[in-house]
């Protein structure tokens, strides 16, 4: 590497960008193509892609065969958002050129990004024709699989790219943790364990120390995941995830203190985590302190109206206290962010029933019912009934014991209950 380009970088590393960076532009302009070449991939590095495509173009003008500076420079058009001129020339990269490996993978990117995945598919597939043993190809594969969702597919192409031994030492990803991740995914939690340890083997990783944690409690080894996720948030404080899940690892294990104190931990990390509050209320609740975690949840809500979740604990919460003017304050606030759900309209139902206003909770049965909520529970339908019968609706009534009767047959005294109903209904007449 020419000796300048070297003390550049040196700088550069150093934190002395502004100077570094003037002296790289000085550079280029008498440097040999081997030191263009290399300036242009420190552009890219640093982010400022718009002045290392112009150096690629020009050595593309002199080496107009060379697949390489085709796919560097492909990948400067994606990030500047010029896709087709990338497709166009990764395109251009025929089977027997050495980056043609990395034009379909390349591809394959562009046209997922694009929501293309059937196209994305078939390029990495049709690399595969050319080089069916390449680990690099299988890891590939590996990855459009479980970025596609299709996890037992993502698990058989990066088995065989790990196993197969033939992986370069110096990859951007984990190849056992991504694995790992796959097999998670796939529900295969023991295989997915094994894997994420194997990875941690080479480089503790914090994706990779959260998925181990993760999976860990899935498989109740609460040691484990408690050891991966301290380790975790020693090692990155800001991954805030990992305070969620470590937080429900001493839950289960019954470590009320420790699981208050690094959901709080969490929190003063980030404010605005909605599953941290949400925990938090629910351990607050489960332990007594009953207006820290009603706290805790208008919290969350105040947050985000749309967290469905929180409302409907908060719902149940509020109506098994008999709190039904905090249940009908609650749907009013969402009333005013358009939050519609048939369960809130229920609710809303019921609490105005309890407050004498029949009228009104009749019609929030009515919107309740709308999308079709209820129409398997016999006990909602039942009580259904009765409201809409004390708001004078008794045909509306029984219709609705006919449907909780046709619901659980078995219910005998929904019959008495609807030849009663039917016979007022015949005497008013």
């Known amino acids: 590497?020419?000796?300048?380009?070297?003390?550049?970088?040196?700088?550069?590393?150093?934190?002395?960008?502004?100077?570094?960076?003037?002296?790289?532009?000085?550079?280029?302009?008498?440097?040999?193509?081997?030191?263009?070449?290399?300036?242009?991939?420190?552009?890219?590095e640093l982010g400022l892609v718009d002045r290392s495509l112009p150096i690629i173009e020009e050595l593309l003008f002199k080496y107009p065969e060379n697949g390489e500076l085709f796919a560097f420079a492909s990948e400067c058009y994606m990030e500047l958002g010029?896709?087709?001129?990338?497709?166009?020339?990764?395109?251009?990269?025929?089977?027997?050129?050495?980056?043609?490996?990395?034009?379909?993978?390349?591809?394959?990117?562009?046209?997922?990004s694009q929501g293309l995945e059937e196209v994305a598919e078939q390029k990495l597939l049709e690399a595969k024709e050319?080089?069916?043993?390449?680990p690099l190809l299988q890891l590939g594969l590996g990855e459009f699989y479980l970025n596609r969702g299709d996890y037992q597919q993502a698990v058989s192409w990066f088995r065989k790219a790990v196993l197969g031994g033939k992986l370069p030492e110096d990859l951007p990803i984990n190849p056992h943790v991504r694995l790992a991740e796959a097999y998670s995914a796939a529900g295969q939690?023991?295989?997915?364990?094994?894997?994420?340890?194997?990875g941690m083997e080479k480089d503790e990783t914090p994706d990779g120390l959260f998925g181990l944690g993760v999976t860990s409690l899935q498989l109740e080894r609460y040691t484990e995941a408690a050891d991966a996720l301290e380790k975790l948030i020693e090692q990155d404080p800001d991954y805030t995830t990992a305070y969620s899940v470590l937080g429900r690892v001493y839950i289960a294990v019954k470590k009320w203190d420790e699981a208050a104190d690094i959901l709080k931990q969490g929190i003063a990390r980030d404010e605005y985590n909605e599953e941290l509050y949400l925990q938090m209320a629910r351990l607050q609740?489960?332990?007594?302190?009953?207006?820290?975690?009603?706290?805790?949840?208008?919290?969350?809500?105040?947050?985000?109206?749309?967290?469905?979740?929180?409302?409907?604990?908060?719902?149940y919460l509020y109506e098994e206290r008999g709190d039904f003017e905090e249940v009908l304050d609650l749907i009013r606030f969402l009333d005013e962010y358009n939050e519609f759900d048939p369960l809130y309209e229920w609710f809303r139902a019921k609490a105005l029933f309890e407050e004498d206003d029949v009228s009104?909770?009749?019609?929030?049965?009515?919107?309740?019912?709308?999308?079709?909520?209820?129409?398997d529970d016999s006990l909602m339908l039942e009580e259904a009934a009765d409201i809409y019968f004390a708001a004078g609706r008794a045909e509306k009534a029984v219709a609705a014991l006919k449907a909780a009767l046709q619901a659980d047959p078995d219910r005998l005294d929904l019959e008495t209950k609807i030849e009663d109903m039917e016979e007022r209904l015949r005497s008013d007449r």
């Open 130 to 134: 050319v080089m069916p043993e390449e």
């Open 360 to 375: 009104g909770a009749a019609q929030a049965v009515d919107a309740a019912f709308s999308d079709g909520l209820g129409q």
């Open 82 to 112: 010029r896709e087709q001129e990338a497709l166009d020339m990764l395109n251009e990269i025929d089977s027997s050129d050495k980056a043609y490996l990395q034009a379909r993978l390349l591809l394959a990117d562009l046209y997922e």
């Open 189 to 198: 939690f023991e295989e997915a364990v094994d894997h994420y340890k194997s």
């Open 285 to 315: 609740l489960s332990r007594g302190e009953e207006t820290e975690g009603r706290s805790f949840l208008s919290r969350v809500i105040a947050m985000n109206p749309s967290n469905v979740s929180a409302v409907k604990e908060a719902l």
């Open 1 to 44: 590497m020419n000796e300048e380009l070297r003390n550049i970088i040196t700088r550069i590393e150093n934190g002395e960008h502004e100077e570094a960076l003037t002296d790289l532009e000085q550079l280029t302009v008498k440097a040999d193509d081997e030191t263009k070449r290399t300036a242009a991939e420190l552009y890219f």
